[in-house]
């Protein structure tokens, strides 16, 4: 399949694209796909609920199993945006079918399942699998990235996160708040600071009336291998709207993300801007730049720029030390890298 996709890249043919999933972000990086990605089609959507497959596949070919279209000879590479609990399956088969992903993230909903799909799928496969960690594309985190390595603020002490939204979706619980949300920040910290998160502790206080059936919010603290100490605010029913805030504190000053907002009312004595009311639009250029970035390098034959399986992992064996200080009363706890 590779070589399929090096030759009809040579011959200036688009990369023909299957989108397994058709929720809120399968949907997404499939109109993200079709309206700003140069070099893309999407030719295929699958979903097991067939109403939505055939609403998000358009003009495409819609189908209800992921297998199907996995073994589509028209699809040249997969994206995965299905539940959670499926990603490592689908992963499977679709490298074992020869073709390149690009899987959501998580990888797997455990350390041990994701640990299992990189031996499942092996060295060579293992060059097929990127990561849908998306805010290593995102404008205002590669500024703060480029500022750290070139110390403008001098060398980083602290990093403070933030991670709101509306309200959290059905069945959510105070685990999957951490597989599912503040598993970015295990990723986009290390990333920033180019340092593995060594140390992790948990604590909660008064829990939201309005978070049902989950510990809303939630803090947590990292401790990175040289030194740096970061906080992470994970609150999934904040209710008025979807709100990433970083802020990197170094020893001469401190560089923080902005809203990235277009407009601002003024009326009745007020200046105010609206919030993004989900992660959509809030990531929408970094889901673009991470879909283009993809593509290219599948079309060029190098290597893709994304987080990588073994990037999923990592943040997975995170996501475990907090969940493992969560049901220890928040001691400190060490990650084990497997
Ligand atoms: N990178 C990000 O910022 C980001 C943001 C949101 C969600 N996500 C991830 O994207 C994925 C999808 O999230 P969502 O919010 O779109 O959820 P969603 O529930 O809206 O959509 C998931 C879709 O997958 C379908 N599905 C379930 N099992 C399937 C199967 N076996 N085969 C085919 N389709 C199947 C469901 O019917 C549903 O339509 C999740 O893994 C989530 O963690 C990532």
């Not at 590779?2 to 043919?13: C, S, W």
């Not at 960690?133 to 990093?159: H, K, N, S, W």
């Not at 993300?257 to 919030?275: A, F, K, M, N, Q």
């Amino acid at each position: 399949v590779v070589d399929l996709i090096e030759a009809a890249a040579a011959v200036g043919r688009p990369l023909h694209v299957g989108v397994i999933g058709a929720g809120i972000m399968g949907a997404d990086h499939a109109n993200t796909l079709r309206r700003f990605v140069r070099g893309a089609e999407v030719t295929a959507v699958a979903d097991v609920d067939r109403a939505r497959a055939e609403v998000a596949a358009a003009d495409a070919r819609a189908y209800t199993d992921a297998n199907a279209l996995i073994d589509d000879p028209d699809v040249d590479a997969v994206v995965i945006a299905s539940h959670d609990s499926v990603h490592a399956e689908q992963v499977v088969a679709a490298v074992r079918a020869g073709k390149p992903v690009l899987c959501e993230k998580p990888l797997a909903p455990t350390l041990a399942e994701s640990v299992q799909v990189l031996e499942e799928i092996g060295g060579a496969g293992e060059e097929l699998l990127s990561l849908g960690f998306m805010r290593r594309f995102d404008p205002g985190y590669l500024a703060l990235r480029r500022a750290i390595d070139e110390r403008v603020v001098g060398t980083p002490v602290l990093v403070h996160n933030v991670s709101r939204g509306v309200s959290s979706g059905h069945g959510a619980t105070s685990e999957s708040s951490i597989t599912g949300s503040a598993i970015h920040e295990f990723d986009v910290v290390p990333w920033l600071l180019r340092s593995p998160v060594v140390e992790v502790s948990w604590t909660a206080g008064r829990r939201s009336a309005l978070a049902e059936g989950l510990q809303d919010p939630q803090l947590i603290t990292l401790r990175t291998a040289d030194g740096v100490l970061s906080t992470v605010e994970t609150f999934l029913n904040a209710g008025y709207g979807y709100v990433i805030r970083c802020e990197v504190v170094g020893e001469t000053g401190a560089m923080s993300l902005t809203e990235p907002v277009r407009s601002i009312l003024e009326t009745e004595g007020r200046r105010s801007t609206d919030y993004a009311a989900d992660w959509r639009p809030r990531f929408a250029d970094a889901y673009r730049l991470e879909l283009q970035a993809w593509v290219d390098s599948l079309r060029s034959g190098a290597p893709t720029p994304l987080a990588t399986a073994r990037d999923g992992v990592t943040a997975a064996a995170v996501a475990e030390a907090v969940i493992t200080s969560m049901h220890a009363g928040g001691r400190v706890v060490k990650v084990e890298q497997p």
